[in-house]
């Protein structure tokens, strides 16, 4: 079984700052995945950014980073440049070999302009 | 390129009706997941299919869920009858299935927001 947690409370970033959303993980699964996720106010679930377990490096999408690290079992999504459209909820999210994934609770991030 | 199809966008009906959402995965996809997203018990898988059989649905919450993968290209979810308590957001996603042991990346449709009065 998969345990994923994002403790932090709502996010606030200025506009064109960098932000880090935290996640932590648990897993008894030798091979897994991290994802991240966002779900704006409109409801819609976006896939972002994918760690596997054995990537060597970590992942990065656009302005989207993944900071992978493996003996403290965190995933921690860096987003630079932020922007107005980045605010919404952000979800930390577990994949382990039978297909199911573990979310965790999520996180607000709002935007300053 | 299409991504995951849901239908219809919003449902609104009353305690007793029976409710059918639909689902049309990504083309060349072969994994199907049904999710249900509250406010109390956030996002919950109910049932996934892999190949259009059902693999697990340990998550249907009761027996007035059922949910059928006719084809690949197609699925239903139906609640029969509804309760107001099934007012919720109900999500189907679809991957691709490996077989490495490694999992893929879902991909979402855009939801269902049932409200059952």
């Known amino acids: 079984a998969q345990k994923i947690t994002q403790t932090q409370p709502g996010m606030f970033v200025q506009e064109k700052e960098a932000v880090t959303l935290d996640c932590t993980y648990d897993t008894s699964d030798p091979s897994y995945g991290l994802f991240w996720y966002k779900q704006p106010s409109s409801g819609e679930m976006i896939f972002l950014i994918y760690?596997?377990?054995?990537?060597?490096q970590n992942a990065t999408e656009g302005r989207y980073s993944l900071n992978f690290q493996k003996a403290r079992k965190s995933a921690n999504l860096v987003i630079s440049a932020s922007q107005l459209g980045d605010s919404a909820m952000y979800f930390c999210?577990?994949?382990?070999?039978?297909?199911?994934?573990?979310f965790g609770k999520g996180i607000t991030l709002s935007v300053r302009p | 390129d299409a991504g995951v199809i849901q239908s219809p966008r919003h449902e609104v009906t009353e305690m007793g009706q029976e409710v059918t959402l639909r689902c049309k995965p990504i083309?060349?996809?072969?994994?199907l997941f049904w999710y249900r997203q509250t406010m109390m018990r956030g996002l919950e898988l109910l049932i996934y299919?892999?190949?259009?059989?059902?693999?697990?649905d340990s998550g249907m919450p009761e027996d007035r869920f059922s949910a059928k993968m006719p084809n690949a290209s197609f699925s239903t979810l139906k609640i029969q009858p509804s309760e107001p308590r099934d007012s919720a957001v109900y999500f189907c996603?679809?991957?691709?299935?490996?077989?490495?042991?490694?999992?893929?990346?879902?991909?979402f449709g855009p939801g269902t927001r049932l409200t059952v009065l």
């Open positions: 996603a679809s991957s691709t299935f490996s077989t490495s042991g490694s999992t893929d990346t879902q991909y």
């Open positions: 299919f892999n190949n259009n059989v059902p693999i697990d």
């Open positions: 999210v577990g994949g382990g070999a039978n297909s199911k994934l573990t």
């Open positions: 760690q596997g377990s054995y990537d060597q």
């Open positions: 083309s060349g996809h072969n994994s």
